[in-house]
């Protein structure tokens, strides 16, 4: 047999630095500002914080400051906080029952090699702060500072020191926009949290301390149409409030899940959504609800994702069951029991005129005896609409029964006072 004509050089196996290992763990943990903001902000509630301070510069690019009231750190926790492998958040090594949202102690090292870190920090005895620093992955031992009780995290030039990971950072806007995203859903997810966010100088949210109600209304905005839903089922419980099929999105952002307190963008969870409102709305569109599931922390492991925003459950098919029954009982049709579902009737072109000021109200007699309000519209696709924006400024009404009765459901259309009625479409 002919030789090889380019025999490659056998590859030497060597031991990475420990900075090489800590550029690797940034890259799959901090993907981009709203990444490295939503690990600090994770680590402030871990630290029992009730009130977070938040600001972003140049959509968190050029600085991110966390300032938090939690537990605090003295100078050597300080050195270890920012160590490879460095957790105070697991108790035991079995790793089946983590209870907090961080576990992996790699977030402020992955931090700190990236960008320009400093921590000030203060437990609630102490005299006096220490700040720290990690550039780059070069620590500056920490030195006496002025500081309250609590935490301060800094962290500038987010990727000064991987410049080829910086080109793909995207406009202030976008980033900016991420960065508020991850925020609303900690929001959600910590209600008992004061929470203030700025962004390049502007007031985002500010959030007081909440009721989990309170702070849904705050971050949904839906106050007029949310349906409450409390259920249980083999350990399983899920709490929270979906809104009716009639207020819909183009996209699934308003959708926000929490398990076991965690925020989370996951799979199994997002399917059930869309089978349970598949018949009642239309293809393309996502309801806006905010859910709590609360399992047993041996029945979920939240070890599978760097991010730590997947999860995989021990019990899928309770998880599924009792997601796509609660949501569809809470929405009244009762497609959960003997498979009734709602069908809508065509919208009733009624032209019920309301002053633009006030609160949209269906007319009196729109509901009769037997139903419901399941639904409040503020959005409709218009799609062969000859006046979208009147349609972007209309309301509709959907009743239905609440014991899932298979006539259905009907709408109205409800339009702004003056406006010349309703459009064709
Ligand atoms: N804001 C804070 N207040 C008090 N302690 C903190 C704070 N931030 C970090 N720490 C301490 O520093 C340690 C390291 O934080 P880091 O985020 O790197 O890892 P982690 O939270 O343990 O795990 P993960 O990498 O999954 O986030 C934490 O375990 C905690 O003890
Ligand atoms: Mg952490």
């Given amino acids: 047999m002919k030789p090889a004509e380019h025999v490659l050089p056998r590859p030497t196996l060597r031991r990475l630095s420990n900075h090489v290992i800590d550029l690797i763990a940034a890259g799959e943990v901090v993907e981009r500002p709203a990444a490295a903001l939503k690990e600090l902000a994770e680590n402030a509630l871990d630290a029992g914080a009730t009130r977070l301070e938040i600001s972003l510069l140049n959509g968190g690019c050029d600085r991110i400051e966390v300032t938090d009231n939690g537990c605090g750190m003295t100078p050597d926790d300080l050195v270890m906080a920012v160590e490879r492998h460095c957790t105070s958040k697991l108790a035991d090594e079995s790793l089946t029952r983590i209870v907090t949202l961080g576990f992996r102690g790699e977030a402020l090292p992955s931090i700190g090699a990236i960008a320009r870190l400093g921590l000030t920090s203060r437990q609630h005895d102490a005299d006096t702060a220490w700040m720290l620093r990690l550039e780059g992955g070069l620590l500056t031992p920490p ?111 308003s959708q926000f899940l929490v398990v076991n307190n965690r925020p989370v963008s996951d799979p199994l969870l997002r399917t059930a959504i869309r089978v349970a409102y598949r018949p009642v709305i239309e293809p393309g569109r996502h309801p806006v609800l905010a859910l709590h599931l609360q399992l047993p922390h041996d029945r979920v492991d939240v070890n599978v994702h760097p991010a730590k925003t997947e999860l995989r459950f021990a019990d899928e098919a309770d998880v599924r069951g009792l997601m796509i029954g609660a949501i569809q009982r809470a929405l009244g049709h009762g497609a959960g029991e003997g498979g009734v579902r709602m069908r809508f009737a065509a919208p009733a072109r009624q032209n019920i005129q309301y002053p633009v000021s006030a609160p949209v109200r269906p007319e009196p007699g729109f509901l009769s005896s037997h139903e419901t309000l399941v639904g409040i519209g503020a959005s409709f696709t218009g799609r062969g609409c000859n006046s979208p ?11 239905g029964s609440p014991s899932g009765h298979p006539a259905g459901c009907r709408s109205a259309w409800v339009f702004p006072a003056g406006s010349p009625g309703c459009p064709d479409f």
């Fill in 389 to 399: 924006g009147l349609l972007r400024r209309s309301r509709q009404f959907y009743a």
């Fill in 143 to 253: 030195v006496p500072a002025p500081g309250a009780p609590g935490t301060r995290v800094v962290v500038e030039d987010l990727f000064f020191a991987t410049p080829a990971r910086r080109k793909f950072l995207k406009s202030a806007r976008v980033e900016g926009g991420h960065a508020e995203a991850v925020m609303r859903r900690l929001a959600l997810s910590a209600p008992h949290c004061a929470m203030r966010f700025t962004l390049d100088e502007r007031l985002v949210f500010d959030f007081p301390a909440q009721t989990l109600v309170e702070r849904v209304q705050a971050v949904l905005g839906e106050s007029d149409s949310l349906i409450t839903l409390d259920e249980e089922r083999h350990g399983l419980r899920l709490t929270g409030f979906v809104c009716g099929p009639a207020a819909t999105r183009a996209t699934a952002a």
